[in-house]
């Protein structure tokens, strides 16, 4: 699988090779502030896998380090300098991410009520390391 994104003004772009490692969907405060949305939705792939070109900047979150556009402000990816994964902000491909079905759900319990659990996602209260896997919702 080869995919392309980047952000608004074309200033960052980039490339990921192979499938995504996990794909998932979080409801926290600080991704809901750092995304202007009720949630984020994102894909974790290798850093081995990511080729990225242009000039980024760097806001420090719980999460690492979120890159950003200087330019724009298109918020795109985030990585801790002591991880091998990337995590990239699926709504900055190029091409509409519905291939890529989000496996679990973290801090559901700041999940707005009018939005229904992900069917066949894990449903985690917080984050995935802090409580145990609740079964996905029936298909």
Not at 43 to 59: D, F, M, N, Q, V
Not at 82 to 94: Q, R, V
Request: glycine share 12%.
């Amino acid at each position: 699988m080869k995919l392309s994104g980047g952000c608004n003004c074309g200033q960052v772009r980039y490339e990921l090779s192979g499938e995504p490692v996990r794909v998932g969907i979080c409801h926290c405060e600080a991704c809901r502030k750092h995304s202007g949305s009720a949630f984020s939705f994102f894909g974790i792939w290798p850093k081995a896998g990511a080729t990225l070109s242009g000039e980024l900047s760097c806001w420090q979150s719980q999460a690492g380090g979120d890159r950003f556009c200087p330019g724009c402000g298109s918020s795109l990816f985030c990585w801790s300098e002591d991880s091998d994964e990337i995590e990239i902000k699926l709504g900055t491909l190029d091409n509409a991410p519905s291939a890529l079905l989000p496996l679990y759900e973290l801090w559901t319990i700041r999940r707005e009520p009018w939005l229904a659990p992900q069917n066949g996602a894990e449903q985690h209260r917080r984050n995935r390391r802090d409580d145990g896997i609740r079964p996905p919702a029936n298909p």
